[in-house]
């Protein structure tokens, strides 16, 4: 059984805790996500137990997988652009670090394109608006985990 958990958004844990990707997308009105894993992620089926749910909820997505292990400045341009292109809504992050980091940089820009160059965005940066909406799904317990 998922157990919910209110912080500043929505927290699932445990067992479960992936099939409620589909009521929070219905419920927040989402049409398509972007959802970012790594290529071993896909390669070993993690990544289709989430794809799996949104497929069976008739939820409508675009797989990138172009991560690499400490993303670069043109890796996240490139998934800036990638997102541009799907027309998606909101992003799904699944992985450990990379995928994570790449993900939040992602939204930032594409909430804030004037920090597009991506080096603007280290340490403390003063974007305006909020990152696009992501449902994080960590696959590791170090880094990013905490999303």
């Given amino acids: 059984m998922a157990n919910r958990i209110n912080l500043n958004q929505t927290s699932y844990h445990g067992a479960g805790a992936i099939e409620e990707i589909a009521n929070e997308a219905k419920a927040h009105g989402f049409k398509k996500a972007f959802v970012c894993s790594d290529p071993d992620l896909v ?50 992050a699944i992985g450990g670090g990379s995928s994570m980091d790449t993900s939040k940089a992602i939204g930032i820009i594409i909430a804030n394109p004037e920090f597009e160059d991506v080096r603007s965005l280290e340490g403390t940066a003063p974007t305006k608006k909020p990152c696009v909406p992501i449902i994080a799904v960590p696959t590791t317990a170090g880094t990013a985990a905490e999303v």
Wanted: hydrophobic share 35%.
């Fill in 43 to 92: 390669k070993f089926h993690v990544t289709s137990k989430v794809t799996d749910i949104l497929e069976k909820n008739g939820l409508a997505y675009e797989l990138y997988s172009d991560i690499k292990p400490n993303p670069t400045i043109e890796n996240v341009q490139h998934g800036v652009q990638a997102f541009k292109d799907s027309e998606a809504d909101y992003l799904i």
